[in-house]
């Protein structure tokens, strides 16, 4: 059983204090081949889902956006698009090497935003600060998700949407490929493409420790979501959970 001071790495239990440690480490070695490595997990259907996502959003001009574990821009480059002028999008990560990345991209592609290195769990913003707060693939690397979703909740507007892109419960029927593919491919492309096999081992452990549709929805009514719809996508290889701060 997980005491209160430890909690899952993986499938491995740690210390609370050293998980935050072992994250940034992951993180630290694949963040300049992480697009790649995305691209050749996903065969490239991340693309998609976060495309998805972005329609899902529904940002519009003016409207302030926060992007947590925002990584290598994907998303806080797709808004940044939509805001336009009198608009926001700031981009963070508690992660300095992938923001850093992430910030090089945006920079490359000409668009300049706020770039901020934050714990979700604790974000440095007033209350009710903005209309749109997004996270993908990054709430099951958390510590206390249920703390980070609070925050979430509170820098949102009354109105405003969280948009949670993460992996999550297969269909029972593609079980058990999938366990083989996460199991036996995901760190063998680590190790090839990456040069990082347990990274990509993590990675595939973490998914499965991470809470299944109903279970995460449940997590975001407790934290203060009025209302949280899911999209299921891939077959519910990833989901998109939208919650409505009431």
Not at 121 to 133: I, K, M, N, T
Not at 154 to 177: C, D, H, N, T, Y
Not at 227 to 238: C, E, F, Y
Request: glycine share 8%; charged share 25%.
């Amino acid at each position: 059983m997980i005491s209160m001071s430890s909690t899952h790495f993986g499938f491995q239990t740690v210390d609370e204090r050293d998980k935050a440690r072992r994250v940034r480490g992951v993180f630290d070695s694949v963040a300049s081949r992480y697009d790649i490595m995305n691209d050749l997990m996903s065969m490239g259907m991340h693309r998609a889902w976060k495309a998805y996502t972005v329609t899902v959003a529904d940002v519009r001009p003016g409207h302030q956006v926060l992007d947590i574990a925002g990584g290598t821009g994907d998303l806080a480059l797709a808004f940044a698009k939509r805001v336009g002028a009198t608009g926001r999008v700031v981009h963070t990560d508690i992660n300095e090497a992938m923001l850093r990345t992430g910030r090089d991209r945006l920079l490359d592609a000409g668009v300049v935003l706020p770039t901020l290195v934050c714990d979700a769990e604790h974000l440095p913003f007033p209350d009710a600060s903005f209309d749109r707060v997004s996270v993908a693939f990054g709430l099951r690397n958390m510590t206390h998700k249920d703390q980070a979703l609070r925050e979430m909740c509170r820098v949102l507007k009354p109105g405003g949407k969280l948009m949670v892109l993460e992996f999550s419960k297969v269909a029972q029927p593609l079980e058990k490929i999938y366990d083989w593919y996460s199991f036996n491919i995901l760190p063998q492309l680590g190790r090839w493409v990456a040069r990082d096999e347990a990274s990509y081992r993590y990675l595939a452990e973490s998914i499965r420790m991470h809470p299944g549709q109903e279970e995460l929805k449940d997590l975001m009514k407790q934290s203060g979501f009025g209302h949280v719809d899911i999209h299921n996508l891939s077959a519910g290889v990833v989901a998109l959970h939208v919650g409505i701060r009431c």
